[in-house]
């Protein structure tokens, strides 16, 4: 009997007699909260309703048909041991895996067609599985979303202005068809964004601050130039050829650029034989490029992936115009700018092969299923090839003010990564910690700890509990043991000379060791290229398997933070270094074993013993 009713519906449903379904239509009216803060995120002030007439564009992540088939897939293309490996898919095919159900599609049309939304304003974004709602009047996203949408203005940098809501609500019905729906409650300032800060005053003694001017570098000798890197890592006798194939792309965002002159600068006192290093700049979201004013970031960003990486072509994305508001104009910023340079990289019929981005936002104040819409984004990425790479955060374990529970302000609990990043929490990029000196031991500002969001990958199923073994129960409750362990790999982070506006500087944090990770990364991409094979794409399962003898293991230092000592350094993983620190010529062996028995790839070992002692002299 039921199934006979099934049956029926079902034949109606499937457009027979259309008009028949208007009583089964479901409630739109039916709102249920989707997402809610308790309260405004802390630092965060209202500024009250925007201007009438403001109009925003909303972008809905779409659940697709078969929600593991993405994982799977990707997986099946970056473990070494499947059948698959390599094989990474077209934008086609990842669009066809992704896509929502037919159903979904339907339904979402419906509940839009319901509210009066223009065909015309909607597109697809994001690989296909996101829906863009181009100029929509506020009002009219209120009314859709049950939302209160305000400006709002980070309370510590009095520049930022942003449209979003407190909490939003969908329809019942669509509950389990949306993944999210952007920009609503996620609130992210550039203050949280940026991992090394503009130039600050001396005196000042954050670690990732741009220092005091160097003039007379060789006096130092604890300074690292890209010579130290070259030789420690041992990239130096690799020569790029798969120049015509390979890229290496370096995400920034806030209208951040690198600057050609220093870059040239740079390379005539640090890499003489690759003065000549150019990149190309990708102007995305409003973006505008004045060489002119470089950011710090980006200056040392573009000139350690040039110092290690050239010949390789390099591409800078300026992601710009995003989160802060045109001065006195009280209008809002437009949407996120990760989702918007995803969007971007990913309508691309190709994507670079490896990529680094030294910006982050802060996991506990990012909607988790934000979070995992992203996170998604991501895993395109490394489904179509390429390598994502993250610094882990300048904080150890965490900034003192942010480990206070919001629930329980007795308690403290670690803060997966401040000031870093849902990023590098997310299980399909590679996360990089920092290191110093020689032999490397863990740089104290080290972002490192477990995700409060994402569960253990499996890659990390054998390193991860091996740590936490070590570790018995000294920080029970500041930590969530069951989460992805960060970072994954590191490199040098403390000291690191760069030229900026003509001058020298030395700067630290963990965004210097991402770039030198990804131009390791992207020089075994050249060498995978040039022989027909394909690049390396998402890392983390070959570099906890076939690619661990090609790391070397950091076994000391800490990251205090949270008023706690924080993690230590161990052997194998741990929550500091990640697994240790590149070795070139030994992942490259992990490649092509045959490579270890080619002459011109290896290093004679009086070179090597010199690297081992000059390593932390600066070689100008
Ligand atoms: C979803 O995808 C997985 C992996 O590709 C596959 O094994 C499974 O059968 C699919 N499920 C459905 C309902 O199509
Ligand atoms: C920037 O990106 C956001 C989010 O994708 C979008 O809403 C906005 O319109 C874009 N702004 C510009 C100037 O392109």
Redesign the pocket.
């Known amino acids: 009997m039921r199934y006979h009713q099934f049956f029926v519906i079902s034949v109606i449903a499937a457009a027979t007699f259309p008009d028949f379904v208007t009583p089964l239509a479901p409630s739109w009216d039916d709102l249920r909260i989707k997402h809610t803060w308790d309260a405004v995120p802390a630092n965060w002030e209202t500024l009250g309703s925007p201007p009438s007439g403001t109009t ?2 909303l ?1 809905v992540a779409l659940k697709s048909h078969n929600e593991s088939a993405l994982i799977e897939a990707l997986y099946d293309v970056s473990d070494p041991r499947s059948p698959k490996y390599g094989a990474h898919p077209s934008k086609e095919q990842v669009a066809r895996l992704v896509a929502p159900h037919a159903d979904t599609l339907e339904l979402i049309n419906s509940w839009l067609a319901h509210h009066g939304i223009p065909t015309s304003s909607i597109s697809t ?1 994001h690989g296909g599985g996101w829906l ?1 709602l ?1 100029g929509m009047p506020v009002s009219q996203a209120n009314k859709l979303l049950g939302a209160s949408y305000q400006l709002y203005r980070h309370t510590r940098t009095s520049d930022t202005t942003i449209l979003r809501t407190v909490g939003y609500a969908l329809p019942a019905v669509l509950h389990t068809h949306v993944q999210t729906v ?2 609503t409650t996620h609130f992210a300032s550039t203050h949280t964004m940026r991992q090394t800060p503009r130039r600050r005053s001396v005196g000042e003694t954050a670690d990732m601050a741009l220092r005091e001017p160097v003039t007379v570098l060789s006096h130092r000798d604890d300074v690292v130039v890209p010579s130290n890197l070259r030789w420690l890592y041992r990239t130096i006798t690799y020569v790029p050829t798969a120049t015509d194939q390979n890229l290496l792309g370096i995400a920034g965002y806030l209208d951040d650029y690198p600057s050609p002159q220093d870059v040239r600068m740079f390379m005539s006192q640090c890499r003489a034989d690759a003065v000549d290093a150019t990149f190309t700049v990708e102007l ?3 973006s505008e490029y004045d060489p002119d004013h470089p950011a710090s970031e980006a200056n040392q960003n573009m000139q350690y992936a040039q110092a290690m990486a050239y010949p390789t072509p390099h591409l800078f994305y300026s ?4 989160l802060t508001s045109l001065p006195g104009s009280n209008l809002p910023a ?4 990760f ?2 340079w995803l ?1 971007f990289v990913l309508s691309g019929q190709s994507v670079p092969p490896t990529i680094s981005s030294s910006y982050g936002i802060q996991e506990k104040h990012t909607p988790p299923e934000y979070a995992t819409a992203l996170c998604n984004l991501f895993a395109q990425l490394g489904l179509r090839g390429a390598s994502v790479i993250f610094p882990s955060g300048n904080n150890g374990v965490g900034n003192l003010e942010d480990c206070i529970s919001d629930d329980d302000p007795e308690s403290v609990h670690f803060v997966p990564m401040f000031p870093a990043s849902c990023m590098c929490g997310v299980p399909y990029v590679t996360s990089v910690g920092g290191t110093t000196g020689n032999p490397e031991v863990a740089a104290s500002f080290s972002g490192g700890g477990f995700s409060n969001y994402f569960p253990r990958p499996e890659y990390q199923q054998v390193a991860v509990p091996t740590y936490l073994e070590q570790l018995g129960s000294q920080y029970d409750g500041m930590y969530n043991p069951a989460g992805r362990g960060i970072p994954d790999i590191a490199a040098q982070a403390r000291r690191i000379y760069i030229v900026h506006n003509n001058m020298g500087y030395l700067v630290s944090g963990t965004s210097c060791a991402a770039p030198v990770v990804a131009s390791i990364i992207s020089l075994l991409n050249d060498y995978l290229l040039s022989v027909g094979r394909t690049p390396l794409g998402f890392l983390n399962p070959w570099l906890y398997g076939v690619g661990l003898p090609g790391i070397n293991d950091v076994i000391s230092g800490s990251n205090p933070g949270c008023d706690t000592d924080g993690f230590s350094a161990a052997v194998g993983w741990d929550p500091v270094t990640g697994l240790g620190t590149p070795d070139f010529l030994d992942l490259l062996a992990s490649l092509d074993s045959h490579l270890t028995r080619t002459q011109n790839l290896t290093l004679d070992p009086t070179l090597l013993a010199k690297a081992t002692l000059k390593s932390t002299k600066p070689f100008l």
Do not use: K
């Open positions: 925003i564009d972008h974004s863009t181009a952007v920009p995305l979201n409003g992601t710009g115009g995003v437009p949407g996120d700018p989702a918007a969007d």
